[in-house]
């Protein structure tokens, strides 16, 4: 589904990614891991098309498309979804509307009607029970006076509307309590099958014990240094991030 | 009288202000007379405002002092077609329409005109009644920079609009005004007062169109005064054609719980400059403020508020939304003073502009003077471009650029637009704002 080959990026005139490779296969859970820095957030937004993000090599593709030749908003249409570590508060639009404007862009990529305003509203309604958020959400401002976990919470919430084939998830768990992380826990297992993918970004091995890997890969100075399964998680989790840097060093 | 302060020589013994000389000299006498005297003779001494002077310093006067004015006329040549006419009320709201062609108000010749509630009354009948009323509502509050042209106004007006507001009115009173000419070079010195008894309420729209292409040098002055328990919401709307020239200054003087809302919305123009002074006299009054100024094209817009606390437990807060594009340039200055004494004031400075093209320019300058402790305020400007992160927030959620955009120009003026009470005129206000905004079309969609 998604093949990363060599990937270089450049960030504000420094290198911070230096040749990604990674493939990730419908059905799979990847989990991201690595210290602060280390190039996660980076990735993230690049393949979601961050425009100052300067594309120094490698190639990207997305179900045999060239990613990287893609605007953001086609990538999304395409059925690719980030969810923001920090996820961006815009005051006086909508947050329902967003998400009708996202839903609607989305189908009309595929050639689809503009969805029905009452299928629509019962969609939204129904995840957002899963998500257990209020419904006064739905007419505030996007994430406007948000705490940090309804951010969140409402990242997986327009990931379940949205429904897309990968969904990258950048440090989705961080600053969660343990009944958020549970509730956000479910809204991504919920998306599991067998014809999408997911990619967690994470710090921490916790967000692990929740969404189970397939494939764990570590991320430093840029490079993917080890990758490994479920245990890889829990070895690092034991020994640190210093670990992985040393054994590549040796 | 004070001696000369700083005074604008550059514009001393301009075309313009021996013009505006002559036109008093010409005026005949009446019961106001002495006050206006006093106005003229302070006006003369200061001068026209430069921009040496605070609030001018980004509007210059040159191109329009070196001009000559006679009055423009009193009524148009031919019937009236405002070219700019904007519907500003549905027929839902009721609403009834007095219409002031360059200052001149056109009454039925009643005496007891009265609107849904609000009495209506030409300033010229009402100087004869009562010429101490009068001096009371005509005397500056101050006597800076910011009023400068209010003094000419005061010297130089001939008749005006008196409303008298003394019970609960529910429906909106529009004041359209109406600028117009038959040639180049005339001035109009459009006064109206709104004066709102103790615990009356009403709504007022000041609605600035003009007729045909030439207009006069527009130099209006309006003031609200607000009694006891009394609410005012005032909407002044500037919609006349890139030839006009617009000095405009709103007075605002609010008594004991006495609640003002105020809206400025600029929409058309070459130069328009509004000033707003307002004082807090007594506590428990509140003035909420709003002002949106769009720089379309090569429009210039000065817009300069100071808003004065002088008595204990006054609110005031002031949201400013400024739009630049083209080669426009907007301009807003509001300051707030606290005086000595007026302890337990709480003040909100809200002023953030949105620049749409690289030659437009916006500068926004909030500012405070607090003479008391025990004080709430707080201000803030920011001007930027479109922000970079919740466009690529959206562009990451499919939504495409054009719509991105338009959705968040039209979020950053939402706070102002929301704010305003009539529906109609909030509609008819976006209609005419909507065309001067990148991607109209996009834009329609989300109202």
Redesign the interface.
Known sequence: MLKISELSARVAGKELLKGINLEVNAGEVHAIMGPNGSGKSTLAQALAGREDYEITGGSVTFEGRDLLALPAEERARAGLFLGFQYPVEIPGVNNVYLLKAALNAKRKAAGEPEVDAFEFLALVKQKMKLMHMSEAFLTRGVNEGFSGGEKKRNEVLQMLVLEPKLAILDETDSGLDIDALKVVSTGVNSLRDPRRAVVLVTHYQRLLDYIVPDKVHVLAGGRILMSGDRSLALELERRGYDWVQGAQVA | MSPVVQSSTAAKGSPALRSFEQQWFARAADPLSALRERAMERFLQLGLPSQHDESWRYTSLKKLSAQSYVDAPRAPSGGLQPTAQLCLLGEDERAATVLVVNGYPVLPQRMDLSINGIEINSLQEVSRADRRLMSSFLEPLSDGEIGRWRLLNTALFVDGLYLKVSTRVETPLVILHVATADHPGTAAHPRVIIDALPGSSATIIEHYVQDGPDTPLFNSASLISLERDSSIEHYRVFATDQRTNHLDSLEVRQARDSRCRQFTIVLGGGLTRCSLEAQLNEPGAELESYALLVGHEERHVDCANVVRHAAKHTQSRQIARTIASGTSRVVINSKVVVDAGAAGTESQQSCRGLLLSPSAEIDSRPQLEIHTDEVKCSHGATTGRL????L??????????E??QS??I??????VLTGMSVPSARHAIENALIPQLPDPQVLRK?R
């Open positions: 922000d970079p992160n919740m690529f927030y959206m562009l990451s959620r499919g939504l495409d650029r719509t991105a959705l968040l039209y979020a950053f003026l939402a706070d989300f």
